[in-house]
């Protein structure tokens, strides 16, 4: 049996991991195709370590033209670039192969995550429109490992997640 403080010091803890969690996933956005508003939402940065770019600053540095806006607009609202890197928003890449990380103080790009670099995620043969789209609503179907969150629809519309997996299928 576990002592009573020692007990309200592991609820403590698994509160604080907990909001912690919570806090480095990404943002669930407005839809930004169909009825929904165009405009950017903030982006409350990474966390922790201080405040990260709002959702337009990201937008002006993502690569891609017009025909991709769509897809920039759900990238940005929905805070990818907190463990992405893509063109110049986001971490750096660790390396060759671009597995994330680099930033000093941390494993990823933010400090904690070890994730993909994706300014040239369409390079990859197999990373087609439809296996990105697949991957963002189930990451765990292709990486059982991947600490990336699921985007169900409630999170990421049918029609925002197509147009987000075009823009990133066009990154080569």
């Known amino acids: 049996m576990i002592p009573h403080s020692a007990k309200a010091c592991w609820i403590a803890f698994m509160l ?45 540095k ?22 992405h890197q893509l063109g110049e928003t986001g971490g750096r890449p660790a390396g060759p192969g671009g597995s994330g990380g680099g930033m000093p103080g941390g ?20 990373h087609t429109k439809e296996w990105i789209a697949a991957h963002v609503r189930d990451p765990k179907a292709h990486k059982p490992q991947s ?5 169900g629809p409630e999170k990421i519309s049918d029609a925002d997640l197509d147009a987000l997996a075009a823009f990133l299928a066009s990154r080569k």
């Open 107 to 126: 494993k990823g790009p933010r400090g904690g995550m070890n994730s993909p670099d994706l300014t040239k995620v369409g390079a990859e043969p197999a």
């Open 147 to 151: 600490r990336m969150p699921a985007s």
């Open 62 to 83: 993502l690569p891609g033209g017009e025909e991709f806006a769509a897809g920039k607009h759900v990238y940005a609202n929905n805070g990818c670039v907190r463990c």
């Open 16 to 60: 604080l991991v907990a909001s912690g969690l919570i806090a480095a996933g990404c943002n669930k956005s407005k839809p930004t195709t169909g009825g929904g508003s165009s405009e950017p939402a903030p982006n409350p940065g990474p966390g922790p370590g201080g405040p990260g770019p709002s959702s337009a600053d990201v937008l002006a």
